[in-house]
Antibody, heavy 118, light 110 residues
Framework: EVQLVQSGAEVKKPGESLEISCKTS????????VVWVRQLPGEGLEWMGS????????RHNPAFQGQVTISADRSISTAYLQWSTLRASDTAMYYC???????????WGQGTTVTVSS | QSALTQPPSASGSPGQSVTFSCTGT?????????VSWYQQHPGKAPKLMIY???KRPSGVPDRFSGSKSGNTASLTVSGLQAEDEADYFC??????????FGTGTKVTVL
């Protein structure tokens, strides 16, 4: 069974750094792009960026370029989303997903809630 | 990269059909047959319902169907059921391994 299991909820202060993870299993990690998606409270889905673990190639939504870092560790089939300096506006739910069936996101993680508040 | 445009809401009575749209540009929806639709219930992760414009993943009821004409894709839910009440988001491949989502449509079963 293909699974993406995300790390737990985080509560941080503005200015702090953070890394959340997405551990995959049940498929060849290096054969599929992993995508990160943001959902602001009560809002829609936003594609943040993607990584192809085979060669660590990344693509970013221009709105998030320079704001986050996307990485992957092939040895443990895990993708990461990292902030160096959090802002209150980063408060959201973050999902990882596998880009599978013909460019669709066919398997999703359960989501990680990030709360940034002083 | 602008979000695809969806109507904010759609509704129908049980057993009826509801159709709503997802409008993009020739750089995304119109340029590729890689439109997907996702269903999201409150507090849950999105679920893939339609991929490649009109294909259903295993386990998705055939009440869900998709189509596309030009820069606009559509999702139809036939025989509405109470459990179909959810938010629906479209997405499209937009070239060079990028994606764009729609603004979302809240479906209400009356």
């Amino acid at each position: 069974e293909v699974q993406l299991v995300q790390s737990g909820a985080e509560v941080k202060k503005p200015g702090e750094s953070l890394e959340i993870s997405c551990k995959t299993s049940g498929y060849s990690f290096t054969s599929y792009w992993v995508v990160w998606v943001r959902q602001l409270p009560g809002e829609g889905l936003e594609w943040m960026g993607s990584i192809y673990p085979s060669d660590a190639a990344t693509r970013h939504n221009p709105a998030f370029q320079g704001q986050v870092t996307i990485s992957a560790d092939r040895s443990i089939s895990t993708a990461y989303l990292q902030w160096s300096t959090l802002r209150a506006s980063d408060t959201a739910m973050y999902y990882c997903a596998r880009r599978g069936l013909r460019n669709s996101l066919d398997v999703w993680g359960q989501g990680t809630t990030v709360t940034v508040s002083s | 990269q602008s979000a695809l445009t969806q109507p904010p809401s759609a509704s129908g009575s049980p057993g009826q059909s509801v159709t709503f749209s997802c409008t993009g540009t020739s750089s995304d929806v119109g340029g590729y047959n890689f439109v997907s639709w996702y269903q999201q219930h409150p507090g849950k992760a999105p679920k893939l319902m339609i991929y490649e414009v009109s294909k259903r993943p295993s386990g998705v009821p055939d009440r869900f169907s998709g189509s596309k004409s030009g820069n606009t894709a559509s999702l139809t839910v036939s025989g509405l059921q109470a459990e179909d009440e959810a938010d629906y988001f479209c997405s499209s491949y937009a070239g060079t391994n990028t994606l764009v989502f729609g603004t979302g449509t809240k479906v209400t079963v009356l």
